[in-house]
């Protein structure tokens, strides 16, 4: 039976100054329970309970409560922001039963981690992991007490064995999740440690560090090959970004969004017919997986299969979304309707100011005869490669999007919200230019 006992909190403080947080977990040996398994489940228990009171404290941060955010994505996101250390075990007798004590510590600076809750909660990818780590961790609290419960009851050695074997199973599991949490924050956190003195090369150590601690615990917990896929990816080791997010996929059979995931990283890669399968397997599962289907319609343009395309970006025509019409835009195109494509790309332009859109018009309007127009709109792409995105306050949502393994079609060269252009690129423009009779 697992006893935690809180041992006490400083009181509240300058939102400025460092908190710190102890906390003791207890637990009191039976017959069949071993010392170093005592101390595991005393250490784990001696965390949550840290956790916990780390939560509280960070609930009355004015910073926090300004984000609308809910006390369980709290408990979820500190468990990636906190390192608790541990500080001392000791063992006493009650009576004829000894109690193993583990005290634990944290630090934490109120301000720092109001900023990192905020870039956590902006990183979808490491807010989603983080919440399912946390709801695990939830799931394998309840095992431990039940599997606890066995050993106890356990009568002859054959049963203790197994009991405890279980049981070891459990507690490593809950020890990778929470090297795993801590590797997401240390992803999503590189800028910060870059200005606080770290170099890149150190973080990144570091996050390997704990993501290869977490394998060796659990190989098979999909959150660790996401985040190993994010760090590979950084490291430009796109082919082992591949093999990491296809394990999460493995991992995963019955969730579209980690197909999804391993889609456009295929679509990365130029695996098309690859992004192809995996995007209908995604939809499969998920038909209404928005913007499964304009994805799907972006790896089926770079095919040249424009009516393909055509019918699955109309499919999510009704959302509006620019991506989706630039892509009926240019399969228009493809199938000859010049009218249909001018019509969609100059919706997408009233949306965003994205030089692509107007490249793709200016072809649209050049394979119509207009060439005063399509001048026009040659001169604006050459403008634009050089102007952020007109997009307002649905940036931030795009740059994280457009940051990984698993970025979105659209964010590629030549996609809505690529402002990526090579020399190559804009001398091809300007001869168009040459061709139509305008300046460059």
Sequence with gaps: MVALLLLGVQPAIAATETRTIRATGEYRMGDNDTRADAKRLALLDA?????????TCVESITEVRDMAVTRDEIRALTAGVVEIKEVETHATMDGETTVIRVDVLCRIDPGGVARQIARLRESEKAADALQRLHEENERLRAQLQEQSRQVAHAKTKTDVERATTKRQRVMQEAEADALIARAWAEIVQRDEARDAGRSPEATIRETRDLLQRAMMLQPDRPEGHEAMAQLLYDEGNFAGALRELAASARLRPDDWQPRAVLANALYNTRDLDGAIREYREALRLNPAGMPLRTCLGEALLEKKDFAGALRECSAEASTGWGPTRFCM???????????????????VLRQYSAPNAHYQLGLVLMAKGNAGPATEQFKLYLRDLTVPLGMGSFG???AASCNGPDKFPA?????LFSVEASEADRQQTRDLLRTLGGEP
Excluded: I, M
């Design 329 to 347: 835009g240019r399969a228009l195109a493809g199938t000859g309707d010049f009218d249909g494509a001018e019509r969609e790309l100059r919706d």
């Design 47 to 55: 965390k949550r309970l840290a956790l916990e009171q780390v939560g």
């Design 411 to 415: 964010c590629f060269k030549g996609g």
């Design 396 to 398: 931030t949502a795009v």
